[in-house]
């Protein structure tokens, strides 16, 4: 059996053996780290990294108002870099292209620009709002790629098939990336559709005049104005139709106005202008924002009653057709004053006079009733109070001299109403005079009559026809009759202040004079027969 060597204090030890053997060691296990972590890198989804890492940029406006950092190839603004891992290289091959599923392609011109004539730069557009920068994050606004000579952009995706797009849509964060590196030169995009509550966007030029990466692209960015449209109004007379002027209207966010960038343009409640109608009742207010508002009325136009409720209308997106007319019909402030007969309310006392004024200090105005005993007042001023004062009526009328008020609100309302009717009356002292026989109510005709008053002043003489004779005219007081001539006999009446018809009969023996008259008559006959019978008999004998 063979003995195995012993190391005596005289061999010598090697120390380096095994500090190599444990570098080598660690040399290995650095190796297969970096592979694993090689290994991962390279199949992460180029989807996920888009949509977490420029995601993340496009949800947070940028500082910068410039809606555009393409010019001279930029360095894409204050764009903030994303930052993928250094070793992914969004390229067809091996790793696909950063395109999102289902979004078209613009041009693939293979015309090299200025500068390095075989660079090729990743593009990434950003649809914001015009006015806050911010990013309006809606899926599927079209655009389309335009490169020099106004051509059309093919683009192409090689990975995992072939595809060619011309249309580019945006995703749920409003941005896309064309699908491939675009070569250097100028280009143009075209909105092809609209963004909800957005006008059309103008077309963006940009140029490529260096290289840009994916994992810095140039950033350009569409800027898109929300859309904004007016509000119509025609103030008009409810009653004629025709326009009416001066009256102006507080214009009021009726919601909590927002758009799609989700930015508050206004809270509900919020006064956001005001719109004034000229001297044909047309008014239109400033371009708002889309959304629900009140019309509030401000001035209220002269003579007429204000509104007493608001009028709600909706700012609708712009068309081809005018936005909608708003018909605002006002209502007339009026005092409508009739004069009536007091015994027959439905016959008008023309001719009558009224001053009418305002009170305090008001001059006041002459007024005649028309052929109906109508005045109509209305061009009555707010906040004044009317004083109307009869000052003469028609022949035979009793005028009421107290005053009649009438007040008008600062909103041109009279109590809860925008009209007001006054009734008046007048008077007229009738009486019906005539003469009957003293046994029934027959009129005796042919009886001489003359009317005198208390200072023994004649008014009127006249033969009865056998109907009574209908006074008008006269005033409240003492009368007296006298019958054919007779001054030695009167007949007292009086005159009431009433409007009822006063019937006035004097009486006579009429009919028993007719009865004497009667019996003579026969009589006369009787005998007239009676003679001539007895004279015959006695010339017989």
Known sequence: MKQKKKFTNN??????????????????ILMLVIILMGLYLVHVPDEELVDTEIGDVTSSPTPS?????????????????????PTVSPTPSPTPTP????????GGDDSHGEGDPGAKSAVYVMMVD?????????????????????????????YPELLSHRIYATTDAGTFFFPEKLAQGHYEIRQVTTPAGYDPAEDVAFYLGKEYDWPEPLVVRIPVFAARNVIRVQMTDAETGMPVSGGSFDIIAGEDILTADGTMRHYAG?????????????????????????????????HYAGLTEEIEVTVAQKTDALPTLNTVASRRTRIRLNLTDELYNTRGISGATFLISAVPGGEPVSYTTDSSGRILLDELDKGVTYRIL????????????????????????IGEETEATVNLTNRMLRASIGITDEFSSVQVPNVSLAL?????????????????????????????????????????????????????????????QYVMFGFLAVFIIAMAIAIPSYIRKRRKK
């Not at 005001?274 to 508002?293: F, I, N, P, R, W």
Request: with cysteine; net charge negative.
């Open 390 to 413: 009869q000052t003469a009526s028609t022949t035979g009328y009793r005028y009421n001299q107290d005053e009649t008020h009438v007040s008008v609100d600062l909103n041109g309302y």
């Open 270 to 302: 919020q006064l956001v202008g005001t719109l004034a109608c000229d001297e044909d009742g047309y008014g239109e207010s400033k371009e708002l924002y889309l959304g629900s508002y009140i019309l509030r009325q401000k001035e209220i136009p002269d």
């Open 452 to 512: 005198y008053n208390a200072q023994d002043e004649l008014i009127r003489t006249w033969t009865t026809t056998g109907s009574a004779l209908m006074f008008n005219e006269l005033e409240e007081g003492r009368y007296y009759l006298i019958k054919d001539g007779d001054t030695e006999t009167r007949y007292d009446i009086r005159i009431a202040n009433q409007a009822e018809v006063q019937v006035i009969n004097i009486h006579t023996t009429y009919v028993m």
């Open 99 to 106: 395109v999102h599923p289902g979004y078209g392609g613009g």
């Open 130 to 158: 015009a006015e806050t920068n911010r990013t309006i994050k809606e899926a599927g606004v079209e655009f389309e790629l335009y490169g020099e000579n106004n051509a059309l952009q093919i683009l192409n995706v090689y």
């Open 11 to 28: 061999d010598e030890f090697n120390f380096w053996q095994p500090a190599s053997d444990m570098f080598s060691a660690l040399l290995l």
């Open 65 to 85: 108002p410039t809606p555009l950092w393409a010019y001279d190839g930029g360095d894409g603004g204050t764009y903030a870099t994303p930052s993928p891992t």
